[in-house]
Nanobody
Framework: QVQLVESGGGLVQAGGSLRLSCAASGLAIKRYLMSWFRQAPGKEREFVAV????????SYVHDVKGRFTISRDNAKNMVYLQMSSLKPEDTAVYYC??????????????????WGQGAQVTVSS
């Protein structure tokens, strides 16, 4: 069956960095639009970053532009989110997600077929 497994979360001070990894099995990520979403306590799940299937084109939510970088390694079936200059408001559970549709970006939670279990990221002030 399909599994997306996130790792690399943790507790970090404001201004620090973390790198999240998403290991996919049961599907070939080269056929999927891959994204990271996050959900803070009491809030809805929100889009963070997306990378397309082939060219590596990326899109980010405004709040993380210039601080976060999404990347993929299709050969290893892995997706990454490098997070730098972290802020307390980045605290959330971060989810890896796969969308089989075409195009360069998709920001809608409902369009993603597969989700990981989430990785907690906590940024202290």
């Amino acid at each position: 069956q399909v599994q997306l497994v996130e790792s690399g979360g943790g507790l970090v001070q404001a201004g620090g960095s973390l790198r999240l990894s998403c290991a996919a099995s049961g599907l070939a990520i080269k056929r999927y639009l891959m994204s990271w979403f996050r959900q803070a306590p009491g809030k809805e799940r929100e889009f963070v970053a997306v990378i397309n299937r082939s060219s590596g084109a990326t899109s980010y939510v405004h709040d993380v532009k210039g601080r976060f970088t999404i990347s993929r390694d299709n050969a290893k079936n892995m997706v990454y989110l490098q997070m730098s200059s972290l802020k307390p408001e980045d605290t959330a559970v971060y989810y890896c997600a796969a969308d089989p549709s075409g195009g360069d970006a998709d920001f809608a939670v409902a369009n993603y077929n597969y989700w990981g279990q989430g990785a907690q990221v906590t940024v202290s002030s």
